[in-house]
């Protein structure tokens, strides 16, 4: 990847905090934006998120962190769970930014994209796409010609794992994050398709 690229993300919040959940860690959102910028010269991220009004204060942390949130609203279910699928956002916006980016990062292991993927690696534009882990992702991301486009993120435990910070004095921490509902509501989606 060229430093001087102008990047985009498109990150399928879902997909990506399951998966990492799967494993047994929980992301730091905070250093996976500088992750993105540092590595892969992403100026913009876009982060798909299912709208939960409890989660407000999350979304508020995301925003500051450099993230541009884009929501959908979610469908709560008399079972208790919580169905706020954004695959057609993360295409529609990706599309709708693709004269502003040089290259797209594709944040998901999600075969819904194939057609967006094909897309971008056709025209040019596909910078990579990031799989949140390596064991568990769509075979219509495996074909031969995305194979050079794919990074996995099993590996990157060490660098981007949450670690629970102490309070600052105004009491603005990223560890209240997760006192704040950043749970995602797991166990309401955990046995949901991605």
């Given at each position: 990847?060229?430093?001087?690229?102008?990047?985009?993300a498109?990150?399928?919040?879902?997909n990506?905090?399951l998966?990492?959940?799967?494993?047994?860690?929980?992301?730091?959102?905070?250093?996976?934006?500088?992750?993105?910028?540092?590595?892969y010269?992403?100026?913009?991220?876009?982060?798909?998120v299912?709208?939960?009004?409890?989660?407000k204060?999350?979304y508020?942390?995301l925003?500051?962190t450099?993230?541009?949130?884009?929501?959908?609203?979610t469908?709560?279910?008399?079972?208790?769970?919580?169905?706020?699928?954004?695959?057609?956002?993360l295409?529609?916006?990706?599309?709708?930014?693709?004269?502003?980016y040089?290259?797209?990062?594709i944040?998901?292991?999600?075969?819904?994209f194939?057609?967006?993927?094909?897309?971008?690696?056709?025209?040019?534009?596909?910078?990579?796409?990031?799989?949140?882990?390596?064991?568990?992702?769509?075979?219509?991301?495996?074909?031969?010609?995305?194979r050079?486009?794919?990074?996995?993120?099993?590996?990157?435990?060490?660098?981007?794992?949450?670690?629970?910070?102490?309070?600052h004095?105004?009491?603005?921490?990223?560890?209240?994050?997760?006192r704040?509902?950043?749970?995602?509501?797991?166990?309401?989606?955990k046995?949901?398709?991605?």
């Amino acid at each position: 990847m060229k430093k001087d690229r102008n990047n985009y993300a498109f990150i399928d919040s879902q997909n990506l905090n399951l998966n990492i959940r799967n494993q047994g860690w929980i992301l730091d959102f905070a250093r996976f934006r500088l992750y993105l910028k540092e590595k892969y010269g992403v100026n913009r991220a876009f982060l798909f998120v299912g709208y939960v009004e409890e989660n407000k204060k999350m979304y508020e942390f995301l925003n500051r962190t450099g993230y541009v949130c884009i929501f959908k609203p979610t469908l709560e279910y008399k079972d208790g769970t919580t169905k706020g699928n954004c695959d057609a956002e993360l295409v529609l916006q990706a599309m709708i930014e693709y004269p502003r980016y040089d290259g797209a990062v594709i944040v998901s292991g999600d075969g819904d994209f194939h057609c967006l993927v094909k897309y971008l690696l056709e025209n040019n534009k596909l910078e990579l796409i990031i799989i949140p882990n390596k064991l568990r992702f769509s075979a219509l991301l495996k074909f031969k010609i995305f194979r050079p486009y794919l990074r996995y993120m099993n590996d990157l435990r060490e660098k981007l794992e949450y670690k629970k910070k102490r309070p600052h004095k105004d009491e603005t921490l990223y560890g209240n994050l997760f006192r704040w509902g950043y749970s995602y509501r797991i166990s309401a989606t955990k046995n949901m398709s991605s």
